[in-house]
């Protein structure tokens, strides 16, 4: 059961992880153009700063017997009102310490490879100031000790993302998708918003022991309502169907940002936040399998997007979008599903940012061209890119022996194993999506890496520099071995087990009928792909495709959605009621007070001369009021 | 030491000084003005330090029989509700002065009449929140449109002079129905009009719903709620920008605050009576305001409405009688001054270099401006309650505490965050990003003045948004107070944590 420690050593000082990266978004956001000249360094040595001092906990964590891998780090009591305990703690324990990794470490990568891409932005320094801002965010969301701490990291990666897509708003396209991004997530905030108040009235705290240990007193349909408003929130920061529309947008900030912020760790907060909060959905059956469904259909949603998009990094988001599916997926399956959601989080994470540094390479070997209609052949000039792109690329379709085979494979695995009908159709849409995933990324890597070279006469693609490329090597490393890392002999589950409880399955065997499938299908998908755009030579125009292709070039019509049920309506809304403010409300009380003062008229024809006076007799009448009936009373 | 008399007659001298001052020196009545403000603001932060969170609900109490014919009292004191709001006057004020440095040139009033105008009425406000005697407060409330009428119609143009002919007559209506109220409650009551004497009435129920009425029906125009709201969109566009600042920050919360010392203090029974309607006011003004402030195409009047929808939560935090509610409320008034009066005050810089209010004006604006566009960045996040930033601390108290008795209106009032990104963001979107639109290039960055107004502002939102504890110490008594008088407790939660006994469950 969870109990959590005093902190002490190495975690009495947690709070640094946090406070560090801040402290340097501070200094570079305020510090304007006097940080230009260093400001990159100090932006990168601040996440590699807390990824060591993580390193050293996870260390010191994984050294402790099993009981006593949870410590709370109490840092101060914040908005006290009577009864209204809201504490900022910090709780360092399995779940939080691997997010704490893959956001240092993966993020510090990143951080390293933008030093290289943005160094010819004028605003360099500023770009590492909110990027440092958002690790501080992000791991706040995942050290903080209960829901409010949490709604905070929620909402400041939030306001992180914000500023990172409309980094350069100046065009209207970014600026627009930023604002859509934030809109669209607050509409999941709400849910999450709500879930805390419920929380609040039902338990009196937001503190994870407070709730989790009180869950068993609450009745199931409180308890389902808070896992589906939190499923809410989860949907709006993952870009799960139907919150889904803004991450495709999110494309037009910095590719850094889309690898970082927008693949391997802010959309993945909704699995932390379910995962986290394991001890609910636990006892919510019906929101358990409400994540279910929303992870299927969103794995299968993001997949088919993905096979239509031209634009490389549309194509990479769709695919975020459809393995973020599998995560929630498998997180909605309880204990049998959450160390494997965690665990393709993590491997995700590191083929995922690799998949967007490679783009990033590519367009910066192609004057910032995302058509993948004009790459083709860049494997020969780009042959690093091309390598460690590569390897991201099997790790993600499941090749075997790679990172996403084990996590992947084993979330298929055990939708199946949860049986009965919901089994075998979440196992099949898991299935079905791993073939078009290995269909929709043979495309990208067809159509970027291989084939005839397609790019403009004046564009002359060349390897990116060092500060580019290592980070993408080690990336690559990750790719290929963070999956034996994890999965061999149950590791991360057993590591995991004290947070979010033991599966009663034994782990899962890499050879059983599921995989084997899994296997077929993603040999299918990747042989039609080769019959499509390896056989054949790429048109540099889109054809027009059918009315399939057209449909997920669209993103299935969420926008169109989006548009026609909300936005227009509520233009439509908003103009009704600015009319009838003006002339109805403002009209109705002119009104009244014309019929008994006559007043109304007057208004209209105020001569300024007229007006002071009109006001001093009416304060004069009510001075003489006063005295008056004071005098009768009195 | 009469503290809060010194307080409120400190406003008083430097009007006096300003109306002796020469005409021909216009300088001399700014820096009049100035210091006045700053050494109220000087005062006011010694009271605050002074109020003992621990002592008893009103202190620095003067008393002295005024009329004693009638029972009224010259009878002063301040609990930590008045303390905090004083303390949202003492800054706005110096803050207002040095951003209308400029502007004050510019009206058809002279700069010392102008000067004077707002000088006086700090004291009128500080009265309105340190009277403890009932007509003493009905006759500072009244006061008070007199300098603000003024201050409206200022720029002399036929829209200015409607709206605050609009902003007159709206208030008088109210203000003429609380006095009925007044003379009723001396009438049925015992013949005092101290604050300490009218608490407690046990008055036949009847008469004190229309009592509570008649007091309503003033704050509520004052506050403004829904539906009785129109006059605030005029006044605050065709006001002067300064004059619209301490409008919606410190004169509109005399309306909430009178909601909670009045209404609640002293009729308990019929403001649990009257509740559910106003729920469902202030519900509909969160969404109403927040709806309408998406729809309109002019900066001011959209921060009018804006400051409409969070008049909504107050009145709901208020109305919830819980501590978490009405402690969220009282912060919410502070916080509201200061992310709204920044609001206000940036757009009144813009107005001030590009000559028009009208969003489609502006465009690009963070390129050549970047610094006006960060602070205006920060204050509009402050403005959708972002987590970090002061809004957020009293928006989710209010929330959180009416969840715990309304549900319902929580959840639809909690909607409204939707709507205020919305709002935020396309006003941010619009004026400040995209290519420069025509006009805008010439935009300069804010100057040294500018940058002196505003710099408080931030610091307020940014600390309160981390650490509103010392605030919400000296709110708490107060509400405490307030809960007391309206004989109400905080719901229990329905699971008590402590109760369960640890479940050996294994998972």
Redesign the interface.
Known sequence: MLTTHAASGVFSVTWLIIAIPLASAAVLILGGRRTDRWGHLLGVAAPLASFVLGLVEFATLVGKPEVERSIDNHVFGWTIVEGFHADIGLQVDALSISFVLLITGVGSLIHIYSIGYMAHDPKRRLFFGYFNLFVAAMLLLVLGDNYLALYIGWEGVGLASYLLIGFWSYKPSAATAAKKAFVVNRVGDFGLSVAIMVMFATFGTFSFTGVFSAVHGADPATLNAIGLLLLLGACGKSAQVPLQSWLLDAMEGPTPVSALIHAATMVTAGVYLVARSAPIFDLAPTAQLAVTVVGAVTLLFGAIIGCAKDDIKKALAASTMSQIGYMILAVGLGPAGYAFGIAHLLTHGFFKAGLFLGAGSVMHATKDEVDMRRFGGLAKPMPLTFATFGLAYLAIIGFPGLSGWFTKDAIIDAAYHKGGTSGFVLGSAALIGAGITAFYMSRVVFMTFLGRPRWEADVHPHESPKVMTWPMILLAVGSIGAGYVLMLGGRFANFLAPVVGHSEEPSVQPASTAGLVTLAAMVVGVGIAALMYLRRPVPAVAPAGSFATVAARRDLYGDAFNESVFMRPGQYLTRLLVFFDNRVVDGAVNGIAAFFGGFSGRLRYVQTGFVRSYALSMLGGVAILVAALLMVRG | MPWLTVLGVIPLVGTAVIAALPRERPVWAKWTALATTVVVLALTCVIAARFDVHGPRFQFTEDVSWIP??GIHYALGVDGVAVVLLLLTAVLWPVVILASWHECEQTRRSVKTYLGLFVSMETVLIGTFVSTDLFLFYALF?TM??PM?FII?SS?T?RA??A???F???S??G??LM?AAV?AL??VGPKSFLYSDLQNLHLPTADARWLFLGFFAAFAVKAPLW????WLPDAVAEGPVGGSVLLVGVLDKVGTFGFLRYCLGLFPEAAHWFTPVVLVLAVIAVL?GA??A???RDLLRLMAYVSVSHFGLITLGVFAFT??GQ??ATLYMVNHGFSTGALLLIIGFLIARRGTRGIHDFG?V??VAPILAGVFLLAS?SGLA???LNT??SE??V???T??RY?VA??FA??G??L???YM??M??RT?????RPHVEHVRDLSLRERVVIAPMVAVIVALGFY??PI?DII?PGV?ATLQQTHDT????????A??A??????
Not at chain 2, 490 to 497: E, F, L, R, Y
């Open positions: 014919a009638f009244e449109l007199i009428y119609g002399g036929p002079s409607y605050a002919m609009k007159l007559l709206y008088l209506a203000g003429l006095l003379i001396y009438v539906p009785l709201h129109t109403y709806l309408q998406i729809g309109q501590s978490q402690a969220g690009g963070q390129q996040l972002l987590p970090g957020f601390v989710f108290l929330l959180v505490g969840f715990t549900e929580a959840g909690t909607a965050i939707i205020a990104s919305i963001l396309v941010y979107q400040m990003t995209g290519p420069v509103p504890g919400l708490k405490a905080d719901p229990q939660p329905a699971v008590q944590p109760a369960v640890p479940s050996g469950g294994s998972s």
